[in-house]
């Protein structure tokens, strides 16, 4: 049989296809003005024997009577399959960030989120780039460059950051400083996150965000640990709600 998983985010919709609880087919499409038609498209291009959905929008599928599952519950699953001793989920999509603390059998024993600020999420960094001049695919690239001037972002508001990013151009800053504080000014509000939920190794970087090598060097750098990357991070929760399904069809 094939069972599918589809996260519909606030920036893209990842669509899995799995049998056998292995990755066939992956799909990725921008979320757009019009979710379910995108939805609607890749499920009756692949037809699925059952679709699983979760992310942000998963009640536009409820409303078709297809099953949901909350994205906590369905990162936590995608990673423990592809990271057996995974103890630790942090999770930066594109409008929040959550820390996941799993117990020895892969259950959620605790999380955290920050889901009522773009501050800290995909959102902050795509604003940002862009004020910076960079590509988005680029801007954590760029920001591993050699920092000549360690400078600090304060607010903790995507407003008025971006207000002070415009403040340090006007001075002449270097780009790849201020980049480096803006990546930096992210896992200052994701450490809180995870002390709260208390860290364990082995520690999974998931989501779109994870893709950022700039992300991942400041929070294994603060951390003090080293992390685990899956190729396609952004399509960890797809694939753990075509898991659930699998599991408790």
């Known amino acids: 049989m094939k069972y599918a998983g589809i996260d519909i985010g606030s920036r893209f919709i990842k669509y899995v296809i799995t049998e056998n609880s292995n990755i066939i087919e992956f799909y ?7 979710p379910l038609s995108i939805c609607n498209e890749m499920i009756k291009k692949t037809e699925p024997d ?5 992310g942000y929008g998963r009640y536009l599928l409820e409303l078709k009577d297809i099953k949901s599952i909350t994205e906590i519950k369905a990162v936590s699953i995608g990673a423990k399959k592809l990271f057996p001793y995974c103890r630790t989920v942090i999770d930066i999509g594109g409008q929040d960030t959550k820390v996941i603390g799993l117990d020895e059998s892969g259950h959620v024993s605790d999380f955290e989120m920050n889901d009522r600020c773009a501050a800290g ?11 910076l001049g960079y590509k988005l695919e680029d801007f954590g690239n760029e920001s591993t460059c050699a920092i000549k001037e360690k400078i600090k972002i304060n607010s903790m508001c995507t407003v008025f950051a971006e207000s002070e990013v415009i403040s340090l151009i006007a001075k002449g800053t270097k780009r790849h400083d201020i980049a ?11 450490i809180p996150l995870v002390n709260r939920v208390g860290l364990k190794e082995d ?4 989501g779109g965000c994870a893709r950022n ?8 750098e ?5 992390i685990w990357l899956y190729e396609n991070p952004e399509i ?9 399904g699998q599991n408790n069809h």
Do not use: P
């Open 213 to 220: 090598a700039c992300l991942k060097n400041i929070i294994e």
């Open 203 to 206: 520690i999974v970087f998931a």
């Open 180 to 190: 480096w504080a803006l990546h930096n000014s992210i896992i200052d509000k994701i």
């Open 121 to 131: 999420t995909g959102k902050f960094i795509e604003i940002m780039s862009q004020t």
């Open 236 to 244: 960890i929760a797809a694939f753990g709600a075509a898991l659930y």
């Open 50 to 54: 059952l679709l699983t959905a979760t």
């Open 222 to 226: 603060r951390l003090k640990k080293n």
């Open 28 to 34: 990725k499409e921008s979320t757009g003005h019009n």
